[in-house]
């Protein structure tokens, strides 16, 4: 809980224009940002390109953040996976394809690779564990749903088709198993967001 009130406090500070709140609020978080971009775009160097988008809103746009919806941890995540999929999509519409076979999939690459220490590394392994452990608990409609949509980045319609499955169907697996998520993981991660 405390690093959630200091993350508050930094968020406060860089809505301020303080440099050094900035940076420490991007050590403590740009390896999870990063690992998150990366998963769902499967590319490091498109990914690093997003963080840095990420972290530049963070700076140019603090008024956005509200501690009323979520910690800033949720706040990152939800950036990172909006952007991400924003850039995934963008790569589709314009017929981009790249190698991915050069690209390692982020559960093995180790966190250091965004410039984390071994602390880093212990963090995000604890909370990829947790989050698999979460993960375990949801039916396997609600995991397949959930993985798609947060992972893969497909709209609630292009899920549905590849599903062949009503769209309320799908949205309603992913509202419930975002729910059961949000259980597992409590107050830890400051929520997932449903909306």
Same mark, same amino acid.
């Given at each position: 809980?405390?690093?959630?009130?200091?993350?508050?406090?930094?968020?406060?500070?860089?809505?301020?224009?303080?440099?050094?709140?900035?940076?420490?609020?991007?050590?403590?978080?740009?390896?999870?940002?990063?690992? @998150?971009?990366?998963?769902?775009?499967?590319?490091?160097?498109?990914?690093?390109?997003? @963080?840095?988008?990420?972290?530049?809103?963070?700076?140019?746009?603090?008024?956005?953040?509200?501690?009323?919806?979520?910690? /800033?941890?949720?706040?990152?995540?939800?950036?990172?996976?909006?952007?991400?999929?924003?850039?995934?999509?963008?790569?589709?519409?314009?017929?981009?394809?790249?190698?991915?076979?050069?690209?390692?999939?982020?559960?093995?690459?180790?966190?250091?690779?965004?410039?984390?220490? /071994?602390?880093?590394?212990?963090?995000?392994?604890?909370?990829?564990?947790? &989050?698999?452990?979460?993960?375990?608990?949801?039916?396997?409609?609600?995991?397949?749903?959930?993985?798609?949509?947060?992972?893969?980045?497909?709209?609630?319609?292009?899920?549905?088709?590849?599903?062949?499955? /009503?769209?309320?169907?799908?949205?309603?697996? &992913?509202?419930?198993?975002?729910?059961?998520?949000?259980?597992?993981?409590?107050?830890?991660?400051?929520?997932?967001?449903?909306?």
């Amino acid at each position: 809980m405390q690093a959630t009130s200091d993350d508050r406090t930094l968020m406060d500070g860089i809505a301020a224009g303080d440099a050094a709140a900035f940076q420490e609020l991007y050590d403590r978080h740009a390896a999870q940002v990063f690992a @998150l971009c990366r998963r769902i775009l499967k590319h490091g160097p498109e990914a690093e390109d997003v @963080l840095g988008e990420i972290f530049w809103e963070v700076w140019e746009r603090a008024d956005r953040y509200s501690a009323a919806r979520g910690t /800033p941890a949720a706040y990152l995540a939800t950036l990172a996976r909006s952007r991400a999929i924003d850039r995934l999509r963008r790569r589709r519409r314009e017929g981009v394809n790249l190698d991915l076979e050069a690209v390692q999939d982020v559960a093995t690459a180790p966190a250091t690779a965004a410039g984390g220490g /071994p602390y880093v590394e212990a963090a995000s392994s604890e909370q990829r564990t947790q &989050i698999r452990r979460a993960m375990a608990g949801l039916s396997e409609a609600e995991c397949q749903a959930v993985e798609m949509s947060f992972f893969d980045g497909l709209s609630h319609a292009e899920i549905a088709a590849a599903l062949k499955l /009503p769209l309320g169907t799908v949205k309603s697996r &992913i509202r419930q198993g975002l729910l059961r998520l949000r259980g597992a993981l409590g107050e830890q991660y400051g929520g997932v967001e449903t909306a």
